[in-house]
């Protein structure tokens, strides 16, 4: 049975996307079999793995609002052990379609709930707010998993997460947890960056991985050949520590 994990945080650009490819790759790499749902209607998650997509072929949204047999939208990843559920852009119209839905916050977990058997871990790549989609991955998960960048404003709008995740708590998912915080896009030389790990140390105490994933431009890089970090560059900085974040997780299990 998969161990769910939302990888959420309202603000965009803070690394969410990168985050749950590259965590999904190390985590099949040391012998997990994992599921990456790509919830963003802009789908960075399927595009960045190189996964074709046309009008013809069949998405998450299929199974939100048509309830699209799941099994038959996953498609394979260039790393064995690691499928993606896909995104397109007809996912930003769910938002609307779902609101007259009956168990409209359930729909994602439903649509898990058919396939987590087949996997040890199933990562959900949020879309950057806290609309119904964002609650949807948060009453489908057992945790979430918060890329905070450090940079200035970093911990702008996570109170409003936090705030979310309680009310999701309250209402549909009462065992939802805070996996932990990931800081993304550190640079040691940037004073800056150093005050951002101490104050979010300070808001998250006990709750911050060590692995702390820099800025490279490999990173950047990646996505465009369609590859994950341990593909592209698999010796960088930022491969070991989204190596190091996988082992991390797998401590937590």
Request: glycine share 6%; charged share 25%.
């Given at each position: 049975m998969a161990r769910i994990i939302a990888i959420c945080n309202a603000k965009g650009g803070v690394g969410k996307t990168t985050t749950a490819i590259n965590t999904c790759a190390y985590l099949?790499?040391?012998?997990?079999?994992?599921l990456l749902v790509d919830m963003d209607?802009?789908?960075?998650?399927?595009?960045?793995?190189?996964?074709?997509?046309?009008?013809?072929?069949?998405?998450?949204y299929h199974a939100l609002i048509d309830d699209h047999n799941p099994s038959l939208l996953i498609r394979k990843t260039s790393i064995f052990g690691f499928d993606i559920m896909p995104s397109a852009p007809n996912l930003a119209g769910a938002t609307v379609e779902l609101?007259?839905?009956?168990?409209?916050?359930?729909?994602?977990?439903?649509?898990?709930?058919?396939?987590?058997?087949s996997y040890d871990y199933i990562l959900i790549d949020?879309?950057?707010?806290?609309?119904?989609?964002?609650?949807?991955a948060l009453a489908a998960a057992e945790s979430v998993l918060i890329p905070i960048?450090?940079?200035y404003y970093a911990l702008e709008g996570l109170g409003q997460?936090?705030?979310?995740?309680?009310?999701?708590?309250?209402g549909v998912n009462p065992d939802l947890q805070v996996l932990g915080v990931v800081l993304t896009m550190y640079d040691k030389r940037n004073q800056l960056a150093h005050q951002v790990v101490n104050e979010v140390m300070k808001n998250f105490p006990g709750r911050v991985f060590?692995?702390?994933i820099p800025r490279t431009v490999s990173l950047a890089e990646a996505p465009s050949f369609g590859k994950?970090?341990?593909?592209?560059?698999?010796?960088?900085?930022?491969?070991?520590?989204?190596?190091?974040?996988?082992?991390?997780?797998?401590?937590?299990?």
């Open positions: 099949a790499a040391l012998g997990k079999y994992v209607s802009q789908a960075n998650a399927t595009i960045g793995l190189g996964v074709k997509m046309d009008d013809s072929y069949k998405n998450i609101v007259t839905m009956q168990e409209r916050e359930n729909r994602l977990k439903k649509t898990l709930d058919s396939v987590r058997t949020c879309p950057p707010s806290l609309g119904l989609l964002t609650v949807n960048q450090c940079e997460l936090m705030h979310t995740i309680e009310l999701v708590r309250q060590e692995a702390m994950t970090i341990l593909q592209f560059d698999p010796g960088s900085r930022a491969a070991r520590a989204y190596r190091q974040l996988a082992e991390e997780i797998l401590k937590l299990s």
